[in-house]
């Protein structure tokens, strides 16, 4: 293991690459991440180096050493504060006194100073030790490089999983292991790639269908359906009508049916607004639940719009007071999308009309006016007139209850990693602002 003793100066060459990289980042101030990696003592080490430009200086330092085997990091002049890091430059002359981010090497947990987002200066050098010759580190996707390298000296079936192009799964234990233990199910790993590259696949779901040898997208829709009725407060008045066990029946339906849950919820709270007998087997479980689900829908929207238009002028305007006091959730960063917080039932209507769902023709309206959700409009940023992805935010719990696009598919990757890695977390941010 390395120690303080081994510990040296960036090289030049590479404060040069750091530099070079950097050039290329719009400078205005803000402390800049990046890594390397080399060796000391024998170990591999992954150095990450601070950088910021103060008045006409450009500033560099390493601030944290990984060790390949260390469950300690070393670190110096950095600190963690919830998810963030803050950095201090006491010895590079910014403050005139040191700050409590400013102190010398010392060791520290490795999870707490795990950075996942710089960007890798040298990965090629990890190919040159012999150690990682067959790694396929150079195809591995993601940031976490110590992580899979950990994995990969233990279980090296890591390897095939990223030259395939699942580096998703090269990181996770319980598919190594079985990798390890079971050489067909490696091959059935390499015979489903397809489909295991195009979906967020749950490792549980991935293993179950494997071991039951049926689809892995039944066996997902099946756990994630579980998961999501499991939760408190989900789909309260459905758990009420299934009883006796139902709930397999109703399962197998809604997958037979090609919908989910929050579909069937709408058209049993719009049934049973119109006075239908939902014991009755035509009601419960039509033939054909998107047809008898849009028609249920229409003529509860026809029947409320009749009955509500004195309540209509109400609605609109206390929609308008709750989206104006969270229209700070929006967001419309320099990301590859932009979160719009819907203004009006009229634009919920026009957004459930185009995507083909139920946003426009539900309760979402008075919910929405009562606080206890808010609605999003998800946008391409180059196209943002465009409805693309709907989403509804819990106000009570701080997390996002559906997310769906055209007729409640399931959206992109790209597009639910931003929703839940960047736009969440902003938006409980801006709402612990609001609230305090």
Known sequence: MFTEKHIRKIPEYMIKLIKQKDSVVKQDGNVRFYKYFTKYNKELCEVTVAVRNYRKRWLCKQVIVHGIHADKCYLQDIIRVMSYYKVGWYREGISRTPKWQDYDWGWQYDKYFNMTQPEVINKEYILTLPEYKYSAIDK??????????????????????????????????????????????????????????????????????????????????????????S????????????KNNEKETFLKYILKQNTNGYSYNDYLNACEYLGLDMNEEKNRYPKDFKKWHDIRIDQYH??????DEKTRKELYNKFKKVANKYLSLQ??????FVVIIAKSPADLINEGRILNHCVGRMNYDQKFAREET?????????????????????????????????????????VLEFVNKTWLPYANRKLKKLVA
């Open 374 to 414: 808010l609605i999003f409009f998800v946008r391409n940023k180059d196209d943002i007139n465009t409805p693309f992805v709907t989403l509804e935010y819990s106000l009570e719990n701080h997390k996002i209850l559906q997310c769906y696009g055209y007729k409640d598919s399931k959206p992109e990757e790209q």
């Open 302 to 307: 026809t029947q409320k719009a009749i009955e």
């Open 331 to 336: 967001r419309s960063l320099k990301d590859d």
């Open 231 to 242: 939760r408190e407060g989900n789909f309260t008045r459905l758990k009420q009508m299934l």
């Open 140 to 229: 591995y996707q993601y940031c976490d490089t110590l992580k899979y390298l950990r994995l990969y000296e233990k279980y090296p079936q890591a390897e095939l999983l990223v030259k395939i192009g699942l580096c998703g799964l090269a990181t996770s234990k319980q598919i190594l292991q079985k990798c390890a233990k079971d050489k067909s199910f490696c091959k059935w790993i390499y015979k489903n790639q397809e489909e295991l590259k195009k979906h967020g696949f749950y490792v549980s779901s991935i293993i179950r269908a494997y071991n039951k040898n049926k689809s892995i997208k039944e066996i997902y829709d099946y756990d994630r359906f579980n998961l999501e009725f």
